[in-house]
């Protein structure tokens, strides 16, 4: 069974700062690792997909990379602004297209 | 692009009543999920549906939850009687199966709260 862990719990950082994100998975045998934004009260918003076939991908000031051979992915953010704050959650999709969620990580971002 | 619609946004039941909620997916998306989230964890999948089939319900409390996706576009999910335990976000999603592991996107969510 696929678990997926968060790594920290929880993040403040000053504005301006880089940060990064870390996600880990037990099973290698995914389809692709997904990294989404949860705010407040709100669904899920997807920042970025990386096919398994894939190292990286990047959007604008987010880059998320994926290492299937260590079961993990990490996300970084450049710049941090206060209007990234909010929950970011990663998911493994394996199977049959599911996704395994982790519990996230809930980044605040000071001005 | 129209995303995935979810309604209503808010519910709040007295335990042992019934409720239900629905979803629309993006045009054109062969699979829906619905996953629950319950405050302060990730959200864990309920059901899967390929277009109008049922891939996956190993988790779905089958005593109380069902779903249906009518001719393969809509799916309601409802509970009876409602516990609880059930409160929690409902977040439905869709994506488009044919391409492996395509990306999934997700409604805003219902937020149901049990009295």
């Known amino acids: 069974k696929q678990e997926v862990t968060q790594i920290p719990a929880a993040l403040s950082v000053p504005e301006g700062e880089n940060l990064v994100l870390n996600c880990s998975f037990t099973?290698?045998?995914?389809?692709?690792l997904q990294w989404f934004r949860q705010d407040p009260g709100k669904g899920l918003t997807s920042l970025l997909l990386?096919?398994?076939?894939?190292r990286e991908q990047t959007s604008g000031r987010l880059n998320a990379s994926l290492d299937k051979s260590s079961g993990r992915s990490t996300l970084y953010i450049a710049a941090s602004q206060p209007g990234d704050s909010a929950t970011y959650l990663c998911a493994a999709g394996a199977g049959s297209y599911q996704l395994t969620f982790g519990k996230g990580t809930k980044l605040s971002v000071i001005p | 692009e129209a995303g995935v619609a979810q309604s209503p946004r808010y519910k709040i039941i007295e335990k042992r009543q019934s409720v239900a909620f629905w979803c629309n997916p993006i045009?054109?998306?062969?699979?829906l999920y619905w996953y629950q989230q319950i405050l302060g964890q990730g959200p864990k999948l309920l059901i899967q549906?390929?277009?109008?089939?049922?891939?996956?319900d190993s988790q779905l409390p089958k005593d109380r939850f069902s779903a249906e996706r009518l001719k393969g576009v809509d799916s309601t999910l409802k509970i009876q009687p409602a516990k609880l335990e059930d409160s929690a976000v409902y977040l439905c999603?869709?994506?488009?199966?044919?391409?492996?592991?395509?990306?999934?996107?997700f409604g805003q969510g219902t937020r149901l709260t049990v009295v």
């Open positions: 990386i096919q398994s076939s894939q």
């Open positions: 549906f390929q277009n109008n089939g049922v891939v996956d």
């Open positions: 045009s054109g998306h062969a699979t």
């Open positions: 099973d290698s045998a995914i389809y692709n």
């Open positions: 999603a869709s994506s488009f199966l044919r391409t492996g592991g395509s990306e999934a996107f």
